[in-house]
Nanobody, 122 residues
Framework: QVQLVESGGGLVQAGASLRLSCTASGRTFGSYKVGWFRQAPGKEREFVVLINWNGAYTDYADSVKGRFTISRDNAKNTVYLQMNSLKPEDTAVYYC???????????????WGQGTQVTVSS
């Protein structure tokens, strides 16, 4: 089973940028799709973006399209989430997860990281 660790969260002002990393253990990481999800206080966890095994296919939630960019480096077992033009409504705990499927449904994701907090002040 793949183990995931997120990093890169923090407190920033609106309009700033952050880059999150999701680093995996396990030699099969390259065969997985990787998704980012987020959960804001008092809200359900929501899909943010996913990337296929070689980066050729991505799928973004409308709320982040044009501002966030996902990429991956399989040699480093790492997926990155570049977040630009951050807004207060982006404040959430961000989680990465792996799946064998192109899906936004979180119950299709097998392994999850512990999450990293992103806070955007106005």
């Amino acid at each position: 089973q793949v183990q995931l660790v997120e990093s890169g969260g923090g407190l920033v002002q609106a309009g700033a940028s952050l880059r999150l990393s999701c680093t995996a253990s396990g030699r099969t990481f390259g065969s997985y799709k990787v998704g980012w999800f987020r959960q804001a206080p008092g809200k359900e966890r929501e899909f943010v973006v996913l990337i296929n095994w070689n980066g050729a296919y991505t799928d973004y939630a409308d709320s982040v399209k044009g501002r966030f960019t996902i990429s991956r480096d399989n040699a480093k077992n790492t997926v990155y989430l570049q977040m630009n033009s951050l807004k207060p409504e982006d404040t959430a705990v961000y989680y990465c997860a792996v799946s064998y499927y192109h899906t936004r449904q979180e119950n299709s994701y097998d392994s999850w990281g512990q999450g990293t907090q992103v806070t955007v002040s106005s």
